[in-house]
């Protein structure tokens, strides 16, 4: 009986090598793999267990890590957590790294980032439990705080940036969100927060400055328009117009009107200068088609149109119809018709126009820093494109002033500060409702900051909320917390 | 000062191993005593102060054993115990370090039952070596045995003591105890397959006529393993447990070979497992979600238990990730069926190695034992029980880690449980009684004549 029973034991060895093959297999070879597969939790507990990096505003942290008893070691507290959701984003167990920095900078603030590779191999050899990089970035918490009390409880958007630099100094989209409830370990709260969010019709999660549904511009178009036609060299600031009481769209019978019907000058020829001042719709509609649909084109992407900008939370780009019509022709020209925007970007257009003409690239992060406190990256301006001749930006500037001091803009005029500015009131959908718009910078003579305002009609019923009624205030609180006097 | 006399008495060259098995068992249990040390470090930071405590009245049991077996048995193997003492201490270790997860004192734990079954299984384990003091004995009670095993299998089915727990008909109740009768039937069956087959070997294997290259018995001699195969399918389908009935005919078909010697034998027992295999894939729901979870474990919609595990040991990697620093509770089962996954991930890939090792010692000392037994009744039981062992660590660790679809088997003496562990150190016991028989030196046995005239002797192949 012993030759079967020493093939038995062949048998059990092979069953042992088996054993040891697969072992490896799954230990050594796929191992890799099965960590990164999606849902492993203890990937997402080891996430945990390192101090995710702070994300700071001058100095303050409004998102951070906070030591706890429980599995996961460590839990993200959003101080200031509807303020800044849209800037921070989440850091939730279930969800992982979403929205905002948290996820644009996922890497950096979890440790993982090649930019930190020598520090890792530091903290292994000196016993440094592994920690993540802050973010130092460059909103300015008194304009943040403005443009959200000012927003309250409206739908909508504000951003503001340096004309100078292209550093965000306040970026607000409402309705917002608490991201505490997301990070929470309550892991079935989270869930529910989570659908609630979700499924919530307003779109809390949805940051609206820059990756929302786009706007369409409404009047404050108006000012790329005039942009490409003091380029152009066919027109001058005092060069007059054609503007009636109404505009027919080219092609059809429809008569475009001025808004409230009133009229734009006196002598039907209001100048360019004009125009802007007084938001002159059939005088634009009637430039737009002099202008040609290439000419607008061209310059709105010199301003930042079809771009793909990471700031670093990827901003959706804004467009200008491909082929409009005449009469689609003519309305791009108010700013209507598929032309599309992110309040961002109407806010580098006011920069831009602020800066002599050159946009510069928007950024958000200032300043990432290791756990060591040591600078690994340091975010300096850079120059986008050239919008406009300094002198075109000039003769814009002296327009937008005007807008504000005797125009359709005047809500945002701050006493002792030279304020520039654009209202726009887009409609939208077939009748009725409008967003209110209003676009800026101040001062005028030294700019400080540009910005963009967008109130969405809450309803259907339009009731006269003009970007002039609605968004200027906004502004105006912005202006006034973020002009240094 | 004694000097050593020269002797011309040569049994004195046989060495009992006794003093080997001491030093051994010692370092198995310093072993454990590290492990539990460095759980308690892990996990809080600071020295367990129960260490000698736990470690004391772990250590009792195996040591009490070996004073037992060098009174009842000194010649047996002096690796079965100390390996057995090991993996059972690591698999206390492990369940403490879970217990610790999941908030639960030293006390209030599972890891405290554990340890009492444990002594009950030692216990158990000294008193076969009492009682046993010949395992040819067993012989006798060969038919005993097999109603034994088959009331065992069958009583979970019972309805006032049979308890389904996760979907399958395993336990039955007695008391404030769950116990597993199939793991006891296990030892009853193999005697039973043991003493049959050493009666009826010379008709199975030399009687039928021989196709095509093999020698096919005749279709009365086919009676036993259809009866084996009858008896798994029946587990399978009224107590919806692959693993056992995996383990019983595989246990079976072994023994069937040694016995016989005929290839044939493992060539009808593989036909029919497919056919049963097939069956049971057609017929029953659960079988095929096993199958479909082992080819993607991944798969959405269905159990991530396999993805779970692999999980885990692939969190552990190379190295593990110590002692108590992994995450071994979120996989499920992770004292018991997946004790396994919960030390891949946290002793690695390493530590996994070692211990499929020390497996594979104890089943190389037990089929060893079964090639120096002096008769058919031994060896058959012997190879029996130390296959029994493999085919279990394969049929549960090949499960998790998708050699073969997942089954629920305990993993010997790691997994908590006390039925496995009683039923594991009987076999161990049975193992190195049978040892001890084998490696007895002739003068000792003429010494001890009452042996022999109890039991007498058998012409050994």
Same mark, same amino acid.
């Given at each position: 009986?012993?030759?079967?029973?020493?093939?038995?034991?062949?048998?059990?060895?092979?069953?042992?090598?088996?054993?040891?093959?697969?072992?490896?297999?799954?230990?050594?070879?796929?191992?890799?793999?099965?960590?990164?597969?999606?849902?492993?939790?203890?990937?997402?507990?080891?996430?945990?267990?390192?101090?995710?990096?702070?994300?700071?505003?001058?100095?303050?942290?409004?998102?951070?890590?906070?030591?706890?008893?429980?599995?996961?070691?460590?839990?993200?507290?959003?101080?200031?957590?509807?303020?800044?959701?849209?800037?921070?984003?989440?850091?939730?167990?279930?969800?992982?790294?979403?929205?905002?920095?948290?996820?644009?900078?996922?890497?950096?603030?979890?440790?993982?980032?090649?930019?930190?590779?020598?520090?890792?191999?530091?903290?292994?050899?000196?016993?440094? $439990?592994?920690?993540?990089?802050?973010?130092?970035?460059?909103?300015?918490?008194?304009?943040?705080?403005?443009?959200?009390?000012?927003?309250?409880?409206?739908?909508?958007?504000?951003?503001?940036?340096?004309?100078?630099?292209?550093?965000?100094?306040?970026?607000?989209?409402?309705?917002?969100?608490?991201?505490?409830?997301?990070?929470?370990?309550?892991?079935?709260?989270?869930?529910?927060?989570?659908?609630?969010?979700?499924?919530? $019709?307003?779109? $809390?999660?949805?940051?609206?400055?820059?990756?929302?549904?786009?706007?369409?511009?409404?009047?404050?178009?108006?000012?790329?328009?005039?942009?490409?036609?003091?380029?152009?060299?066919?027109?001058?600031?005092?060069?007059?117009?054609?503007?009636?009481?109404?505009?027919?769209?080219?092609?059809?019978?429809?008569?475009?009107?001025?808004?409230?019907?009133?009229?734009?000058?006196?002598?039907?020829? $209001?100048?360019?200068?004009?125009?802007?001042?007084?938001?002159?719709?059939?005088?634009?509609?009637?430039?737009?088609?002099?202008?040609?649909?290439?000419?607008?084109?061209?310059?709105?992407?010199?301003?930042?149109?079809?771009?793909?900008?990471?700031?670093?939370?990827?901003?959706?780009?804004?467009?200008?119809?491909?082929?409009?019509?005449?009469?689609?022709?003519?309305?791009?020209?108010?700013?209507?018709?598929?032309?599309?925007?992110?309040?961002?970007?109407?806010?580098?257009?006011?920069?831009?126009?602020?800066?002599?003409?050159?946009?510069?690239?928007?950024?958000?992060?200032?300043?990432?820093?290791?756990?060591?406190?040591?600078?690994?990256?340091?975010?300096?301006?850079?120059?986008?494109?050239?919008?406009?001749?300094?002198?075109?930006?000039?003769?814009?500037?002296?327009?937008?002033?005007?807008?504000?001091?005797?125009?359709?803009?005047?809500?945002?005029?701050?006493?002792?500060?030279?304020?520039?500015?654009?209202?726009?009131?887009?409609?939208?959908?077939?009748?009725?409702?409008?967003?209110?718009?209003?676009?800026?910078?101040?001062?005028?003579?030294?700019?400080?900051?540009?910005?963009?305002?967008?109130?969405?009609?809450?309803?259907?019923?339009?009731?006269?909320?003009?970007?002039?009624?609605?968004?200027?205030?906004?502004?105006?609180?912005?202006?006034?917390?973020?002009?240094?006097? | 000062?004694?000097?050593?006399?020269?002797?011309?008495?040569?049994?004195?060259?046989?060495?009992?191993?006794?003093?080997?098995?001491?030093?051994?068992?010692?370092?198995?249990?310093?072993?454990?005593?590290?492990?539990?040390?460095?759980?308690?470090?892990?996990?809080?930071?600071?020295?367990?102060?129960?260490?000698?405590?736990?470690?004391?009245?772990?250590?009792?049991?195996?040591?009490?054993?070996?004073?037992?077996?060098?009174?009842?048995?000194?010649?047996?193997?002096?690796?079965?115990?100390?390996?057995?003492?090991?993996?059972?201490?690591?698999?206390?270790? @492990?369940?403490?370090?879970?217990?610790?997860?999941?908030?639960?004192?030293?006390?209030?734990?599972?890891?405290?039952?554990?340890?009492?079954?444990?002594?009950?299984?030692?216990?158990?384990?000294?008193?076969?070596?009492?009682?046993?003091?010949?395992?040819?004995?067993?012989?006798?009670?060969?038919?005993?045995?097999?109603?034994?095993?088959?009331?065992?299998?069958?009583?979970?089915?019972?309805?006032?003591?049979?308890?389904?727990?996760?979907?399958?008909?395993?336990?039955?109740?007695?008391?404030?105890?769950?116990?597993?009768?199939?793991?006891?039937?296990?030892?009853?069956?193999?005697?039973?397959?043991?003493?049959?087959?050493?009666?009826?070997?010379?008709?199975?294997?030399?009687?039928?006529?021989?196709?095509?290259?093999?020698?096919?018995?005749?279709?009365?001699?086919?009676?036993?393993?259809?009866?084996?195969?009858?008896?798994?399918?029946?587990?399978?389908?009224?107590?919806?447990?692959? =693993?056992?009935?995996?383990?019983?005919?595989?246990?079976?078909?072994?023994?069937?070979?040694?016995?016989?010697?005929?290839?044939?034998?493992?060539?009808?027992? @593989?036909?029919?497992?497919?056919?049963?295999?097939?069956?049971?894939?057609?017929?029953?729901?659960?079988?095929?979600?096993?199958?479909?979870?082992?080819?993607?474990?991944?798969?959405?919609?269905?159990?991530?238990?396999?993805?779970?595990?692999?999980?885990?040991?692939?969190?552990?990697?190379?190295?593990?990730?110590?002692?108590?620093? =992994?995450?071994?509770?979120?996989?499920?089962?992770?004292?018991?069926?997946?004790?396994?996954?919960?030390?891949?991930?946290?002793?690695?890939?390493?530590?996994?190695?070692?211990?499929?090792?020390?497996?594979?010692?104890?089943?190389?000392?037990?089929?060893?034992?079964?090639?120096?037994?002096?008769?058919?009744? =031994?060896?058959?039981?012997?190879?029996?029980?130390?296959?029994?062992?493999?085919?279990?660590?394969?049929?549960?660790?090949?499960?998790?880690?998708?050699?073969?679809?997942?089954?629920?088997?305990?993993?010997?003496?790691?997994?908590?449980?006390?039925?496995?562990?009683?039923?594991?150190?009987?076999?161990?016991?049975?193992?190195?009684?049978?040892?001890?028989?084998?490696?007895?030196?002739?003068?000792?046995?003429?010494?001890?004549?009452?042996?022999?005239?109890?039991?007498?002797?058998?012409?050994?192949?």
């Amino acid at each position: 009986m012993n030759t079967p029973i020493r093939r038995l034991a062949v048998v059990a060895m092979l069953m042992f090598a088996a054993l040891l093959l697969s072992t490896t297999w799954i230990q050594f070879v796929q191992a890799e793999d099965l960590r990164e597969t999606p849902g492993n939790r203890r990937t997402l507990i080891e996430g945990y267990s390192r101090d995710r990096g702070a994300i700071l505003v001058d100095g303050t942290a409004v998102a951070r890590s906070e030591r706890t008893d429980d599995e996961l070691e460590w839990i993200r507290r959003y101080d200031q957590a509807t303020r800044y959701a849209h800037v921070t984003g989440y850091y939730s167990f279930t969800y992982g790294a979403g929205l905002g920095l948290e996820r644009a900078r996922n890497a950096v603030l979890a440790g993982t980032d090649d930019s930190l590779f020598y520090q890792r191999v530091t903290d292994l050899l000196t016993g440094e $439990p592994p920690a993540g990089a802050s973010l130092e970035i460059t909103i300015d918490p008194d304009v943040q705080a403005a443009a959200q009390q000012a927003l309250g409880d409206r739908r909508g958007a504000a951003v503001a940036v340096d004309p100078r630099t292209g550093a965000i100094l306040a970026m607000v989209s409402s309705p917002s969100f608490d991201p505490n409830t997301l990070s929470s370990h309550q892991l079935a709260a989270v869930d529910e927060a989570f659908v609630a969010l979700t499924e919530d $019709p307003a779109r $809390p999660l949805v940051n609206r400055a820059l990756a929302g549904d786009l706007y369409p511009p409404g009047s404050t178009y108006k000012l790329v328009v005039a942009a490409a036609a003091l380029e152009s060299g066919d027109f001058q600031p005092d060069s007059e117009l054609e503007g009636g009481l109404t505009y027919t769209l080219p092609g059809t019978t429809t008569e475009l009107p001025n808004f409230g019907g009133a009229a734009c000058d006196p002598q039907d020829r $209001p100048t360019l200068a004009e125009s802007v001042r007084v938001s002159c719709n059939t005088s634009f509609a009637w430039l737009a088609g002099e202008l040609g649909a290439d000419a607008l084109r061209e310059q709105s992407q010199d301003f930042g149109f079809d771009q793909d900008l990471q700031v670093p939370m990827t901003v959706t780009p804004s467009t200008y119809p491909e082929a409009p019509d005449d009469a689609q022709l003519a309305l791009t020209g108010i700013g209507q018709h598929e032309v599309r925007v992110t309040p961002l970007q109407v806010a580098m257009i006011s920069a831009a126009i602020a800066n002599e003409g050159v946009v510069m690239e928007p950024y958000l992060v200032q300043t990432v820093r290791n756990s060591d406190l040591e600078v690994i990256e340091e975010t300096g301006p850079g120059q986008l494109s050239r919008a406009v001749s300094g002198s075109t930006a000039t003769a814009l500037r002296d327009m937008m002033v005007s807008a504000v001091e005797s125009g359709s803009g005047q809500a945002a005029a701050l006493p002792g500060v030279a304020v520039a500015g654009k209202t726009g009131t887009a409609e939208f959908g077939t009748e009725g409702a409008a967003h209110g718009w209003f676009t800026g910078f101040a001062p005028a003579d030294d700019p400080q900051i540009a910005l963009a305002v967008v109130v969405e009609s809450a309803t259907d019923d339009w009731s006269g909320e003009t970007g002039g009624v609605v968004a200027a205030p906004v502004a105006r609180a912005m202006f006034e917390a973020g002009v240094q006097r | 000062m004694t000097t050593a006399r020269p002797s011309t008495v040569t049994s004195l060259h046989v060495r009992s191993g006794r003093l080997v098995e001491l030093v051994l068992v010692l370092f198995a249990i310093g072993i454990v005593a590290l492990a539990y040390v460095n759980v308690g470090i892990a996990t809080r930071d600071a020295l367990p102060t129960d260490v000698w405590w736990h470690v004391g009245i772990f250590g009792a049991f195996p040591l009490a054993l070996h004073g037992v077996l060098r009174w009842r048995a000194r010649y047996a193997d002096p690796l079965l115990l100390p390996l057995a003492t090991l993996l059972n201490g690591l698999g206390l270790v @492990m369940i403490h370090r879970i217990d610790v997860a999941r908030g639960l004192g030293a006390t209030e734990g599972v890891a405290s039952r554990q340890l009492m079954w444990t002594g009950l299984a030692v216990a158990m384990a000294a008193a076969t070596l009492v009682v046993v003091r010949d395992h040819r004995v067993l012989r006798r009670y060969t038919f005993t045995a097999m109603a034994v095993g088959f009331v065992l299998l069958l009583l979970p089915m019972l309805p006032v003591v049979g308890q389904e727990i996760n979907g399958s008909r395993l336990w039955v109740r007695v008391g404030p105890l769950s116990l597993q009768p199939g793991e006891l039937a296990k030892i009853a069956l193999t005697i039973f397959f043991a003493g049959y087959l050493v009666s009826t070997r010379d008709a199975l294997s030399l009687v039928g006529r021989r196709f095509l290259g093999l020698q096919l018995p005749r279709a009365r001699d086919l009676g036993p393993i259809l009866v084996a195969w009858g008896l798994s399918v029946l587990i399978l389908v009224l107590q919806r447990d692959l =693993g056992s009935s995996l383990l019983f005919f595989g246990l079976f078909v072994a023994v069937l070979y040694v016995a016989t010697e005929r290839t044939s034998w493992i060539v009808i027992g @593989m036909a029919l497992f497919v056919a049963g295999a097939v069956l049971a894939w057609q017929l029953f729901g659960h079988v095929q979600q096993r199958v479909t979870l082992w080819l993607d474990p991944f798969a959405a919609g269905q159990s991530d238990q396999v993805a779970k595990g692999l999980m885990g040991l692939a969190h552990g990697g190379i190295f593990g990730t110590g002692l108590g620093e =992994g995450y071994p509770t979120i996989t499920y089962f992770p004292a018991s069926d997946y004790i396994v996954a919960s030390f891949g991930e946290e002793l690695g890939m390493i530590g996994l190695f070692g211990i499929l090792v020390l497996y594979g010692l104890l089943v190389e000392r037990g089929l060893r034992t079964a090639i120096g037994a002096r008769e058919g009744f =031994g060896k058959l039981l012997a190879a029996g029980m130390s296959f029994t062992v493999a085919l279990q660590v394969f049929v549960i660790v090949g499960g998790i880690t998708r050699v073969i679809p997942l089954t629920g088997l305990t993993t010997p003496f790691l997994s908590s449980g006390g039925s496995s562990l009683l039923a594991n150190w009987v076999i161990v016991a049975l193992l190195l009684r049978i040892s001890d028989h084998a490696r007895r030196p002739v003068s000792e046995r003429r010494q001890d004549p009452t042996k022999d005239l109890a039991h007498p002797r058998e012409v050994a192949r």
